[in-house]
Nanobody, 127 residues
Framework: QVQLVESGGGSVQVGGSLRLSCAAS????????MAWFRQAPGKEREGVAGLATPESNIYIADSVKGRFTVSLEKAKNTLYLQMNSLKPEDTAMYYCAASHGWLASRRRGEASEYDYWGQGTQVTVSS
């Protein structure tokens, strides 16, 4: 059973930065996919960024391209989301997700592709 524990959320002013972390445990192999999603009140869950290991092309949503980067520290099975130039519309609950196996880039932003989810961490951006 894969377990995901997120951390790093908080409140920040417009233009600020935050880094989210997602520590994963329980993968049965070295081939898996992980991603960040977010959900604002009254809105659908949105794929933000995702990757698969072994290393491959990274999925980044157009809404955060150029501001957010995703990375994986393989030795720690920890996924990061570095968020820069934050905007009020980035305010949401951010969730880490994972699945066994290697997902193609075009599928990494689809919530239905993931079997495991973290509890979420709140990000609030104020003007």
């Amino acid at each position: 059973q894969v377990q995901l524990v997120e951390s790093g959320g908080g409140s920040v002013q417009v233009g600020g930065s935050l880094r989210l972390s997602c520590a994963a445990s329980g993968f049965a192999s070295d081939v898996y996919s992980m991603a960040w999603f977010r959900q604002a009140p009254g809105k659908e869950r949105e794929g933000v960024a995702g990757l698969a290991t072994p290393e491959s092309n990274i999925y980044i949503a157009d809404s955060v391209k150029g501001r957010f980067t995703v990375s994986l520290e393989k030795a720690k099975n920890t996924l990061y989301l570095q968020m820069n130039s934050l905007k009020p519309e980035d305010t949401a609950m951010y969730y880490c997700a994972a699945s066994h196996g290697w997902l193609a880039s075009r599928r990494r932003g689809e919530a239905s592709e993931y079997d495991y989810w973290g509890q979420g961490t709140q990000v609030t951006v104020s003007s």
